[in-house]
């Protein structure tokens, strides 16, 4: 980066990082312990949790992409560049989603680190997601006898 660049970049990539962070650190609290908050407090909109959680997913979509975007020369392609904002989104996409074209790829093993930490965010993420859905499956009553009569 070049010039006063820094200025701007550094302090953004910091932001992306501590609102990626506090994705990963509410989610977690949500998947965890949601079922022992759910006694004060209970969830009235599921539409509401529903759109929280998908922005949620490209919010972090959206500043792994920046992090792309601010570090072209990480990664090496001869078609497509990290470097403009649809290249960089695409990859983000592609990585967060294990889709993995292999078209663009990391340099070097720090930009590699990243691509895995985005992956590993992306699956705990659709997890998480997946839980929550999962919980509000209206529960039928068990054949099993030793469930039935403890």
């Known amino acids: 980066m070049a010039g006063k660049d820094w200025l701007f970049t550094w302090p953004l990539l910091?932001?992306?990082?501590?609102?990626?962070?506090?994705?990963?650190?509410?989610?977690?609290?949500?998947?965890i312990f949601d079922a022992y908050r759910a006694i004060r407090h209970r969830v009235y909109s599921y539409r509401r949790l529903v759109i929280c959680l998908l922005h949620n997913y490209f919010e972090v979509i959206f500043w792994f992409a920046v992090f792309y975007r601010m570090s072209p020369s990480w990664f090496t392609n001869e078609y497509i560049c990290t470097n403009s904002l649809t290249g960089s989104l695409y990859y983000s996409v592609i990585t967060i989603s294990t889709?993995?074209?292999?078209?663009?790829?990391?340099?070097?093993?720090?930009?590699?680190?990243?691509?895995?930490?985005?992956?590993?965010?992306?699956?705990?993420?659709?997890?998480?997601?997946?839980s929550i859905f999962v919980s509000w499956i209206p529960k039928s009553g068990t054949k099993d006898f030793k469930e039935r009569n403890p």
């Open 14 to 31: 910091i932001y992306g990082v501590i609102r990626i962070i506090n994705v990963v650190v509410y989610l977690s609290n949500v998947a």
């Open 99 to 130: 889709l993995g074209y292999g078209d663009i790829i990391p340099k070097n093993n720090f930009a590699a680190l990243i691509c895995i930490l985005e992956t590993l965010v992306g699956i705990f993420l659709a997890l998480v997601i997946f």
